[in-house]
């Protein structure tokens, strides 16, 4: 089966600084890749350079065998930290996770049953539906990033990209987060997902990419996790944000 | 002297007709794009942009030119200005304000300080002369208004998500940096129209005022701008019989109604979001 995302000695460059140095990985449909590192270590422009949000400097980046700003709109959904927007903003929940269907939909084309259908499942999935009509200046941490996760659902992307998706949920919003991205690995997409937290990684990844701006480890979660026992340093020594 | 006399009587002057169009029109366009302003933070921009439309006006003074003209070169030049240094300068969108609105603002100053005897008409554009609007001006505010209209219609769900999350929007093809410039321009226009009302001092406070209120009353921006816009025709509406009946300027009557309106907002806010 041919890669869905293909990155051969990738560089990227952010704020005129090498973010991330000669990366070479290969990540098959239906799995769950793992991004691992301190912070500064290279994970968020990993993750942006793969949702089209930075050019590579040097190396290639391939998203279905194209660079990713190539692929037609909502093809990826990036899902950032929660911090990444004001949540004051004045929208319910249904509101955000609604606008995952902007790029299919465009400027002008009404929502349709089956658009309203995959908002609902949506919120299913990551069981905020009770919470569908309130405004998301009054959600916790956790309700925060299940109405990014949904709104991402609601996308039907090909490829998701998760930038430290448990940083600041509680236990129980931590696992319907696990179950869901399973489910998504199960229905044949494939994820990035970076983390500092590599308590469950067996749980939770099928494959591990080690960084630390340059590439330290990339392979199988049972491969990485034998060979760099040591890895589990980056959470006692407190890499993880306050 | 009934109500109803009392309603009626600023209508037999066919200016104060004029004025309370021209009230009510602008009244609703600055709400209604006060709520971006408001939502994505830039209290500043329409004193910012008001301001730097100053320095065109006092060109077209100099050169005999139509007022609106110039104030509309400058505002949306400075808009865009702000727009550019914002995403290629390492500031910060209020810096980038701070910089070309006085900038701007020091260069009318300057411009108006040569000439001899300035007319009074340029001091009708610092405080507004609602009452002088003239049957062009009225065209002229009503087709800028239908133009920022229909733009923001246009433009809603790129705005919606360019105002919520830059970001994804950006990777969801939404092309973020041409709906932030649009928006710019939406806002300079709107404040070209609202000049001859409310005048360059005041019109950042119908920009933000009005929406601020209606932002203390709903969670939701369609109904933040339906609220937003009543309250701002309201107050254009009270503001101007007020100026009419106790002889003040009506641009900040209007204004100091909106104030009103938005400390009422804010009991009522704070009295809902309190606990059950």
């Given at each position: 089966m041919s890669a869905a995302v293909e990155a051969t000695h990738l560089t990227v460059s952010y704020d005129g600084r090498a973010a991330l140095v000669d990366v070479t990985f290969a990540l098959a449909p239906g799995h769950v890749l793992g991004i691992i590192g301190?912070?500064?270590?290279g994970k968020s422009t990993l993750l942006k350079a793969t949702a089209g949000l930075l050019q590579p400097h040097s190396g290639t980046l391939r998203v279905f065998g194209k660079p990713p700003t190539a692929l037609p709109p909502g093809a990826i959904a990036y899902v950032p930290q929660i911090e990444a927007v004001d949540w004051s903003f004045p929208a319910t929940v249904r509101d955000v996770v609604a606008m995952g269907r902007f790029p299919k939909l465009g400027r002008f084309r009404p929502f349709s049953d089956r658009d309203r259908q995959l908002i609902d499942s949506a919120l299913d999935a990551v069981e905020i539906r009770p919470l569908e009509h309130r405004a998301i200046a009054e959600l916790s941490g956790g309700q925060q990033q299940r109405t990014f996760l949904a709104r991402a659902l609601a996308q039907e992307p090909d490829l998701y990209l998760l930038d430290e998706p448990t940083t600041g949920v509680d236990a129980a919003t931590e696992a319907a987060l696990l179950g869901v991205v399973r489910e998504i690995a199960a229905a044949g997409k494939p994820v990035m997902m970076s983390t500092h937290a590599l308590e469950r990684a067996a749980e939770w990844f099928d494959r591990l990419l080690v960084l630390d701006t340059h590439q330290v480890a990339e392979g199988s979660t049972a491969e990485v996790l034998a060979k760099h026992v040591h890895l589990g340093t980056f959470h006692v020594h407190g890499h993880h944000k306050p | 002297m009934t109500i109803v006399d009392a309603l009626l009587a600023p209508f037999a002057y066919g200016f104060m007709v004029r004025a309370f169009v021209a009230a009510i029109v602008v009244g609703i366009l600055c709400s209604v794009v006060g709520c971006y302003v408001v939502v994505r933070r830039l209290s500043f921009i329409g004193d910012g942009i008001a301001h730097a439309s100053f320095a065109g006006i006092v060109v077209a003074y100099l050169r005999h030119l139509d007022y609106y003209v110039g104030a509309a070169i400058m505002a949306v030049a400075t808009a865009l200005g702000i727009g550019f240094v914002t995403r290629h300068g390492k500031v910060s969108m209020d810096t980038a304000i701070g910089v070309l609105f006085t900038g701007a603002f020091a260069l009318g100053v300057f411009l108006m300080s040569q000439v001899k005897n300035y007319a009074v008409d340029l001091q009708d554009y610092l405080f507004g002369n609602i009452l002088g609007v003239s049957q062009f001006d009225l065209m002229l505010t009503l087709a800028l208004s239908a133009i920022v209209a229909i733009a923001l219609v246009f433009l809603w769900r790129d705005l919606l998500y360019t105002s919520f999350d830059p970001v994804v929007a950006q990777t969801s093809g939404i092309p973020t940096a041409r709906v932030d410039y649009a928006l710019l321009v939406l806002l300079a226009l709107t404040i070209i129209v609202s000049l001859e009302s409310v005048g360059i001092i005041l019109v950042a406070a119908l920009l933000v005022t009005p929406a601020a209120a209606a932002f203390q009353l709903t969670r939701r921006l369609p109904t933040m701008m339906l609220l937003s816009a009543s309250i701002g025709a309201f107050c254009a509406v009270a503001g101007l019989y007020l100026s009419y009946y106790v002889n003040a300027a009506s641009g900040a009557t209007i204004v100091l109604l909106a104030t009103l309106c938005f400390f009422v907002a804010l009991a009522i806010g704070r009295r809902a979001q309190g606990p059950i």
């Open positions: 301190p912070n500064g270590s | -």
